[in-house]
């Protein structure tokens, strides 16, 4: 309900709406599939045999990977925002 009332305001899309989920709402189970570091991460961590660095996960292949994670999507996004590269 949240998504469908942000995503008509011109300017907000996806990537706004998870961050206000996790960071204004405190939302435990928000994993945003578009951030670009997300994507890099687990590139690294679950294709690391994928040799073309430009080919990052799909955001489908990120949500079926995660599913053990579920209900605490956002704290596994904190972590893997953090972890090194």
Do not use: N
């Not at 998870?18 to 679950?46: C, E, N, T, Y």
């Not at 995660?66 to 596994?76: E, F, G, L, Q, T």
């Amino acid at each position: 309900k949240i998504r469908e009332c942000l995503i008509q305001v011109r300017g907000i899309g996806e990537w706004t709406i998870h961050m206000f989920l996790m960071f204004s709402l405190g939302r435990q189970d928000v994993l945003p599939v578009g951030d670009l570091i997300i994507r890099k991460k687990f590139k690294a961590i679950f294709q690391p045999s994928v040799k073309d660095k430009k080919q990052l996960p799909q955001p489908d292949q990120i949500l079926e990977i995660s599913k053990p994670w579920k209900p605490y999507r956002s704290v596994a996004s904190l972590l893997l925002w953090h972890a090194p590269s």
